[in-house]
């Protein structure tokens, strides 16, 4: 990125950048001192000309976002059918991106017969060519799937995800109202637990460390939240609480700002109590 970022600026072309995590990357960090138009998805983030705009999520994304409670539980149901669970259990989403999460699968896994034991079904995305040993039949439904292509639908089916904490997969629960259970992928620079660790100050999450997801604390832990609407919906209305709902429009009018050359603070503003 810094090669096309000198070569915007030596051509006269606007650069805007936008900052997923809360500590930029060397990129951004030079990227940022050649141009005034700089987005962040997390407020605090310690870029100059800092603009907090939220990340930029789909269209489907913020739409489920944005329904009422009745709209909610109908989406909720429809959900459900097509993932191929039952209507009337607390439902655990468990995935680690498109590559899945060897941590989360071998847990659950193991966890398995324990979940559905007490009665919470689960949606487990296990990642591309990965396999989780779970017996199909059973009263209580456990859901295998490589892919999901379509995350709204995983999410509108859940009450409560457990997942890594890359910045769009703490955006989205967040945006959906979703609560989510974090475990970040213990490599690089810490940027993971970074990302979760504001949305868990607001209360809308857990976090636990890579090594302590065990299906012990599954049993302690993950079950007992399930069990506890009510611990549930006050996550879940704090999780909203903090996300950035329509960060698309607000990117876009960034853009919109650098093409023009007027001073970002022409933006609109993010709603209070967002972070």
């Given at each position: 990125?810094?090669?096309?970022?000198l070569?915007?600026?030596?051509?006269?072309?606007?650069?805007?950048?936008?900052?997923?995590?809360?500590?930029?990357?060397?990129?951004?960090?030079?990227g940022?001192?050649?141009?005034?138009?700089?987005?962040?998805?997390?407020?605090?983030?310690?870029?100059?000309?800092?603009?907090?705009?939220?990340?930029p999520l789909?269209?489907?994304?913020?739409?489920?976002?944005?329904?009422?409670?009745?709209a909610?539980?109908?989406?909720?149901?429809?959900?459900?059918?097509e993932?191929?669970?039952?209507?009337?259990?607390?439902?655990?989403?468990?995935?680690?991106g498109?590559?899945?999460?060897?941590?989360?699968?071998?847990?659950?896994?193991a966890?398995?017969?324990?979940v559905?034991?007490?009665?919470?079904?689960?949606l487990h995305?296990?990642?591309?060519?990965?396999?989780?040993?779970?017996?199909?039949?059973?009263?209580?439904p456990?859901?295998?799937v490589?892919?999901?292509?379509?995350?709204?639908?995983a999410?509108?089916?859940?009450?409560?995800a457990?997942?890594?904490?890359g910045?769009?997969?703490?955006c989205e629960?967040?945006?959906?109202?979703?609560?989510?259970?974090?475990?970040?992928?213990p490599v690089g620079?810490?940027?993971?637990?970074?990302?979760?660790?504001?949305?868990?100050?607001?209360?809308?999450?857990?976090?636990?460390?890579?090594?302590?997801?065990?299906?012990?604390?599954?049993?302690?832990?993950v079950?007992?939240?399930?069990?506890?609407?009510?611990?549930?919906?006050?996550?879940?209305?704090a999780?909203?609480g903090?996300?950035?709902?329509?960060?698309?429009?607000?990117?876009?009018?960034?853009?919109?700002a650098?093409?023009?050359?007027?001073?970002?603070?022409?933006?609109?503003?993010?709603?209070?109590?967002?972070?």
């Amino acid at each position: 990125m810094p090669p096309a970022y000198l070569a915007a600026r030596r051509r006269g072309v606007p650069v805007v950048i936008h900052e997923q995590n809360p500590l930029p990357g060397l990129a951004n960090r030079l990227g940022a001192r050649l141009t005034r138009y700089v987005a962040t998805t997390y407020a605090g983030t310690p870029l100059p000309h800092a603009v907090h705009t939220g990340m930029p999520l789909r269209a489907e994304i913020g739409e489920l976002g944005g329904l009422d409670a009745a709209a909610r539980a109908v989406a909720m149901r429809a959900a459900r059918a097509e993932l191929g669970l039952r209507p009337d259990l607390p439902t655990l989403l468990v995935f680690g991106g498109s590559l899945g999460a060897q941590r989360l699968n071998e847990t659950f896994a193991a966890a398995a017969a324990e979940v559905r034991a007490a009665g919470v079904q689960v949606l487990h995305v296990s990642g591309l060519g990965k396999a989780v040993d779970v017996p199909v039949e059973g009263p209580t439904p456990y859901v295998v799937v490589p892919y999901v292509d379509r995350m709204q639908v995983a999410y509108a089916a859940a009450d409560v995800a457990v997942c890594r904490s890359g910045a769009n997969t703490v955006c989205e629960p967040a945006t959906v109202g979703l609560p989510g259970v974090y475990v970040p992928l213990p490599v690089g620079n810490g940027e993971q637990r970074l990302n979760a660790e504001p949305l868990v100050r607001a209360g809308g999450g857990l976090l636990v460390d890579d090594a302590a997801c065990t299906p012990d604390w599954v049993r302690t832990v993950v079950l007992p939240l399930l069990r506890d609407e009510a611990a549930v919906r006050s996550m879940g209305e704090a999780a909203r609480g903090f996300a950035v709902p329509h960060a698309d429009e607000r990117l876009a009018d960034l853009v919109d700002a650098a093409i023009e050359g007027v001073a970002p603070s022409t933006l609109r503003s993010v709603p209070g109590g967002a972070a």
